[in-house]
């Protein structure tokens, strides 16, 4: 196979995915603006490997992008590249707009031009907005797309700009559209490394709400190997739902999370709620388990224990994370006693 052009892999599931393509002995150029969230400390053990290579830049850069496809043959793109973040996108959407549309369109265009044979833009269930309520059917590939806050509005433009290139362009473009992921080197502003961060701390816990927010979550390496069976086995110009069928409250995980790491419920701390908070997300995956033969192997349990150990022995990661362009926002937005 030629190499994998991946964008964002510097990030918590970018990474995840370099790691496992590398060990799998694909080739692997890696292209990452290393923002916030951007790390290369979460690819340490593969950084020497010989089908790696690392660039430092932004998808929006066309000169820089179409420098590599011509300097390496490139047959399948993975655009993880993106703002990620909701609470930033709330307080801000410019620089989401930019690398989630502008930065999608940038890649396709090129690699338009360099007859690749895959493109796999990675999106998410947010771009189907929130279920109502725990009765209502959960979120398929033919559901509407109705974003609720600017981080998901901005995918799901870049969800609409893919499906166009294919319809106009025959561009071979498969959009994939997994649940919340959680795991190792998720960037602690994020729910569930924030709780385990702030408990090993015994520092105050803050919780959005009423707590009853559901969120349908995915253990990170799931998310992957799902990857790896679309770019392997999925049909051009088709959505693929991702998703382990394991929706919980967002209270539930929190308790569940402390009385794993044996820390009191007292450090939970009730916060306003965020803008526009949405309910409930609950994904379908019967597709990609019919058509791909995908199924999540991991138990939620144990995959978040494994989770909590992880941060434990990388609690020195999860500092740097908040001592650098992080510490302004977390102090900004996490005003409470520590
Ligand atoms: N985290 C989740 O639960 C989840 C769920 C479904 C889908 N997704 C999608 O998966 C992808 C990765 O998410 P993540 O959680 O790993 O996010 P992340 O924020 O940890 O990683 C994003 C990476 O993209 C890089 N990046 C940002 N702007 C860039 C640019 N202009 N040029 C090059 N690189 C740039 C960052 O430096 C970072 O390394 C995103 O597209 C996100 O929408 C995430």
């Given at each position: 196979m030629d190499n994998i052009f991946v964008t964002g892999g510097a990030g918590f599931i970018g990474s995840s995915f370099v790691r496992n393509a590398v060990k799998r002995d694909l080739k692997i150029i890696n292209l990452d603006?290393?923002?916030?969230?951007?790390?290369l400390k979460n690819l340490n053990d593969i950084?020497?490997?010989?089908?790696y290579v690392f660039i430092k830049g932004d998808i929006c850069d066309e000169g820089l992008v179409e420098s590599i496809f011509k300097k390496y043959k490139i047959s399948i793109v993975v655009n993880f590249a993106a703002e990620s973040h909701v609470d930033r996108s709330i307080m801000g959407s410019n620089g989401f707009i930019k690398t989630n549309i502008l930065g999608t369109g940038i890649l396709m265009d090129i690699a338009r031009k360099y007859n690749i044979d895959r493109f796999l833009q990675i999106s998410t269930d947010e771009v189907y907005g929130d279920l109502e309520n725990e009765l209502a059917e959960r979120f398929t590939e033919?559901?509407?797309?109705?974003?609720?806050n600017p981080y998901a509005a901005s995918k799901a433009g870049a969800d609409m700009l893919v499906g166009s290139y294919y319809r106009t362009?025959?561009?071979?473009a498969i959009i994939s559209r997994c649940s919340n992921n959680f795991g190792p080197y998720q960037f602690p502003e994020k729910f569930i490394p924030l709780i385990i961060y702030r408990a090993l701390k015994n520092k105050s816990i803050p919780l959005y709400g009423d707590g009853l927010n559901i969120r349908d979550w995915i253990f990170v390496e799931d998310h992957v190997e799902a990857l790896f069976s679309i770019i392997e086995n999925g049909k051009i110009g088709e959505i693929y739902n991702i998703g382990s069928e394991n929706e919980i409250r967002n209270i539930d995980i929190l308790k569940m999370i402390l009385k794993i790491m044996n820390k009191n419920e007292s450090l939970i701390e009730y916060v306003k709620d965020r803008?526009?908070?949405?309910r409930r997300y609950g994904i379908d995956p019967s597709k990609i388990r019919k058509e791909l033969n995908f199924e999540s192997k991991h138990i939620f349990e144990i995959a978040i224990e494994k989770t909590i150990q992880w941060y434990k022995d990388n609690i020195k990661w999860a500092e740097e994370c908040i001592d650098g362009s992080y510490r302004d926002y977390y102090n900004n937005n996490y005003k409470m006693k520590e």
């Open positions: 603006i290393l923002n916030y969230a951007g790390n950084e020497d490997k010989k089908n033919k559901s509407q797309i109705y974003p609720s362009h025959k561009f071979p803008k526009g908070h949405d």
